[in-house]
């Protein structure tokens, strides 16, 4: 099997960016694709074919995620229907439900243009009365500008959510995807504040699976606020639970815990684009997937 990485524009080398995960993908046995920047005006191109496929980069638009799978031939571990189940919260959110994943309310884009930002604050405050949320879009939220565009104190302060959203909007820009999602904010264990965006750091975890298997988990955030020694790591069998609900071959969940000791998924990440954090070893990632989809394939 072949790791498609992104190739440095106008060349046949690997994104300096992603050469250390390269390199350790050799040394686990992978052979190495490269796929030209999506970025780029010309068609995508992969080097190397072979019969199949992970990928692994950069996030990409579904369509030319779509174009990359087609030139590649083969098959693809994480197909394209996969990786529009990450990219599409609703989807995943009907599957975790309020049960494992913060409740959640979500208007389309279409949606949005017809009722307006007034009608959708007054809406989400009759929905949820007083209580916090946090607002994203369908993949990504601007957490790191958590009090300007991120963060909801109180959903019935209609001018504050107008607030809230229209920052987001002008910042997410040409970059929002799908539709606006409000989610409840939890109180989740936390490790402090980011020192930057004022951010509460939760005690938060990233755990990859592959085929529904719990691959690794690890420390999701890397800063200089250490998490306690000792830390509750999330519970195996839990891992192994959640993992059966997924639809996508390859993921990566970020999970934490709330301050009544529950674990809630806060996010599902399409595995191939997920940053794995850096106190995790980049051989010991690659020979742990290796080992995964060998196990798979000879099933």
Sequence with gaps: MNIIFPSLPGTKQVCPFWEKEAKAAEAAGFGISLAKDFNDSGPVFVTNKTDSYLYRGWIVKPPYYQEMCQVAGGTVVTSQENYLWTFNFPEWYNVLGSIHTPKSFTFTADEVVALGLTAIAEEIGKQTGSQSLIL????????????????????????????????????????????????????????????????????????????????????????????????????QDWLVEIGKKMKASFVALDIAQDVDGKWWVIEVNDGGTAGYPDNLDSHEFYRLLANGLGQVQSS
């Excluded at 539709?179 to 004022?198: A, D, M, N, Q, T």
Aim: aromatic letters at 16%; charged letters at 25%.
């Design 136 to 235: 994203k879009d369908w993949l990504k939220s601007r957490k790191h500008e958590w009090f300007e565009a991120c963060f909801i104190k109180d959903a019935t302060d209609t001018a504050d959510v107008i607030r809230v959203m229209c920052n987001f909007f002008n910042l997410q820009g040409r970059d929002f995807y799908g539709g606006l999602v409000f989610r409840r904010f939890l109180e989740l264990k936390k490790l402090g504040i980011h020192p930057k965006s004022g951010m509460p750091l939760p005690i938060e975890f990233r755990t990859f699976f592959i085929n529904q298997e719990p691959l690794v988990t690890s420390m999701y955030w890397n800063n200089d606020i250490p998490y306690p020694e000792g830390v509750e790591l999330p519970p």
